[in-house]
């Protein structure tokens, strides 16, 4: 039956399915526009804690986001030229990208982003991925605190990998970086690098040969743009030369024009 279900009939099935599960907004409006509840459908999603979906609301949710990813257009590595040393820069929604594994910028709870409707990546992974990305995660952080103790929170530059379930890629590398609170310092600056480092062994270690980076710690987390784009390009030349065949394309995804134009003055 749900396969004979329209885009708009899905939308509305999950909204008043999503409204029902949450406690707090049970009897929250639907707004009657097309675009108002694809806003209130991804703010509940946003809130929703790590906890049990039934399956056929699971089963429409997949089918709604996967259909609203084909619809924004998905962008094959084909599609991306390779600038040098199997570099590429490519601006857009991350989410779009059919690579083997993309690069979350992570806060150290590693369940996503709580606030409905942020712009920030790690909302706009986990809502496009669904709601199972911030069921894993918090299933892997609750085994590192039963190793760890209950106040374990990731540290800065150590990745964690999970599934990608209705993006187009594989993988999700999920990756706290370092916090510029008032000046940039030479730790600071080696903890990005070791974001990239880390990130790129793991996706050796996991057979993942094609990874796109977001711009790792700049926005809210305060590190210069510049600096932030010169470190991502010397860190990611220097493994791809001592890793030869390991990895075979590194995309450095930008969304804003700044951001692009570091890039291209490091890469050509």
Same mark, same amino acid.
């Given at each position: 039956m749900n396969k004979k279900m329209t885009q708009a009939e899905r939308l509305d099935f999950l909204v008043e399915a999503?409204?029902?599960?949450?406690?707090?907004?049970?009897?929250?409006?639907?707004?009657a526009d097309m675009d108002g509840k694809r806003r209130l459908l991804r703010s509940l999603m946003n809130i929703r804690i790590p906890k049990k979906l039934d399956d056929s609301v699971l089963a429409l949710q997949?089918?709604?986001?996967?259909?609203?990813?084909?619809?924004?257009?998905?962008?094959d590595l084909g599609d991306? !030229? /390779?600038?040098?040393?199997?570099?590429?820069?490519?601006?857009?929604?991350?989410?779009?990208?059919a690579v083997d594994? =993309?690069?979350?910028?992570a806060n150290s709870q590693m369940l996503g982003c709580f606030v409905p409707m942020h712009t920030c990546i790690d909302n706009c992974i986990h809502t496009f991925?669904?709601?199972?990305?911030?069921?894993e995660c918090a299933r892997q952080m609750?085994?590192?605190?039963?190793?760890?103790?209950?106040?374990?929170?990731?540290p800065t530059a150590v990745p964690m990998l999970t599934d990608a379930y209705n993006l187009p890629a594989k993988k999700i590398v999920h990756i706290v970086g370092p916090i510029v609170a008032r000046r940039l310092t030479p730790a600071l600056e080696k903890d990005l690098s070791d974001c990239y480092t880390n990130t790129l062994d793991l996706c050796a270690k996991n057979d993942l040969k !094609? /990874?796109?980076f977001c711009c790792i710690s700049t926005g809210v987390f305060c590190f210069p743009n510049k600096r932030a784009?010169? =470190?991502?390009?010397?860190?990611?030349?220097?493994?791809l030369k001592e890793h030869k065949g390991a990895v075979d394309r590194v995309i450095f995804n930008v969304f804003k024009d700044e951001d692009k134009a570091y890039y291209e003055e490091y890469l050509y």
């Open positions: 999503f409204k029902a599960d949450s406690e707090q907004y049970k009897t929250i409006e639907t707004p997949d089918e709604y986001l996967r259909e609203r990813i084909r619809e924004n257009g998905i962008v991306i !030229s /390779v600038i040098r040393d199997r570099m590429s820069i490519w601006q857009g929604d991350i989410t779009r990208l594994a =993309i690069v979350n910028a991925a669904g709601v199972q990305l911030r069921a609750k085994e590192l605190r039963d190793k760890y103790g209950a106040d374990y929170e990731q !094609s /990874v796109a784009a010169e =470190i991502a390009v010397e860190t990611v030349e220097k493994w």
